[in-house]
């Protein structure tokens, strides 16, 4: 009777210990689904940032682009103001 009182201990002892290992299993589903959550709400935070700096980058280049035809422009126009108020020799 006393071997059956150990293996009822161990067996008690196994139970209580895979309800632990259950529980902690549930908990660690649990906080990687979190995690999941909150990796996929960073991604599509970051993804917005890049597609803002990318339209930034484009419109950096397109003002560059409107710069130098401005600064073309002004150039042409200097150059037909001397020449119509350019004294004769």
Do not use: I
């Amino acid at each position: 009777m006393a071997e059956e009182t150990k293996d009822g201990k161990a067996e008690k002892l196994f139970q209580n210990f895979g309800k632990k290992v259950d529980k902690f299993l549930e908990e660690l589903d649990e906080a990687g689904g979190k995690l999941n959550k909150e990796f996929e709400g960073k991604y599509e935070e970051l993804k917005q940032v890049a597609e803002k700096l990318k339209k930034e980058a484009e419109n950096k280049e397109r003002w560059k682009e409107v710069e130098a035809s401005l600064k073309k422009a002004g150039k042409e126009l200097e150059n037909a103001l001397k020449a119509a108020f350019k004294k004769k020799q």
